[in-house]
């Protein structure tokens, strides 16, 4: 299984983005797919997870409400909506799979991963 983040780039606080989680090698229905984030200096952080169907999706706190991750199973791929974004925000952000567990906010319960995308936040 292959994934590849795409869609980030540079907007000002309280903008939008729309991440693409690109999977291929095998069917998108298997896997629950959860996005995380790395700030310059922090360690990897979980944003959101969908499940496979049916999709109940987690979030994390700090983006709860201004976040948004649906998926597209016909076209292979997971979105994840931010909105009214903060400089906070600003990371490299990358989907990661998985088919053991249904809405795990743990990256160590994720057995496949990709290429993240750099989103930065200016105030």
């Known amino acids: 299984v292959q994934l590849q983040a795409s869609g980030g780039g540079s907007v000002q606080a309280g903008g939008s983005l729309r991440l693409s989680c690109g999977i291929s090698?095998?069917?998108?229905?298997?896997?629950?797919v959860g996005w995380f984030r790395q700030a310059p200096g922090k360690e990897r952080e979980f944003v959101a997870v969908?499940?496979?169907?049916?999709?109940?999706?987690g979030y994390a706190d700090s983006v709860k409400g201004r976040v948004t991750i649906s998926r597209d199973d016909a076209k292979n791929t997971v979105y994840l909506q931010m909105n009214t974004l903060q400089p906070e925000d600003t990371a490299v952000y990358s989907c990661?799979?998985?088919?053991?567990?249904?809405?795990?906010?743990?990256?160590?319960?994720?057995?496949?991963w990709g290429q993240g995308t750099l989103v930065t936040v200016s105030s």
């Open positions: 990661d799979a998985t088919s053991r567990t249904r809405r795990s906010q743990d990256t160590k319960d994720y057995d496949y």
């Open positions: 969908i499940p496979w169907s049916p999709n109940r999706a």
């Open positions: 090698g095998r069917a998108a229905t298997s896997y629950a």
